[in-house]
């Protein structure tokens, strides 16, 4: 079982920063992926940014060049830094990690874009 908790989110205002922390716990090893996820009610949770175990990038079209997502081996986190935030942003934030054939989801976090 692997445990996600996240971190980090909060109201901000438009062109703002916030960074989101994703910290892993229990049988961590063999994590071959993790990534952040975004929801709105009503709509699909969408991919925002993945990062491989190799470091290998990946970003929504929406977020490129805005998002940057990071990880800290020895912390076991992964970071979502968030820059030049639009209303648009507005939502939970979900971290996922892939181990194997499982998914696990951590429990979201609320990011809030308005003046």
């Known amino acids: 079982q692997v445990q996600l908790v996240e971190s980090g989110g909060g109201l901000v205002q438009p062109g703002g920063s916030l960074r989101l922390s994703c910290a892993a716990s229990?049988?961590?090893?063999?994590?071959?992926?993790m990534g952040w996820y975004r929801q709105v009610p009503g709509n699909q949770r969408e991919l925002v940014a993945t990062?491989?175990?190799?470091?290998?990038?990946n970003y929504a079209d929406s977020v490129k060049d805005r998002f940057t997502i990071s990880k800290d081996i020895a912390k076991n986190t992964v970071y979502l830094q968030m820059n030049s935030l639009k209303p648009e942003d507005t939502a939970v934030y979900y971290c996922?990690?892939?181990?194997?054939?499982?998914?696990?989801w951590g429990q979201g976090t609320q990011v809030t874009v308005s003046s």
């Open positions: 996922k990690a892939v181990q194997g054939v499982r998914n696990y």
């Open positions: 229990g049988t961590i090893f063999s994590i071959h992926f």
């Open positions: 990062i491989t175990s190799g470091g290998v990038a």
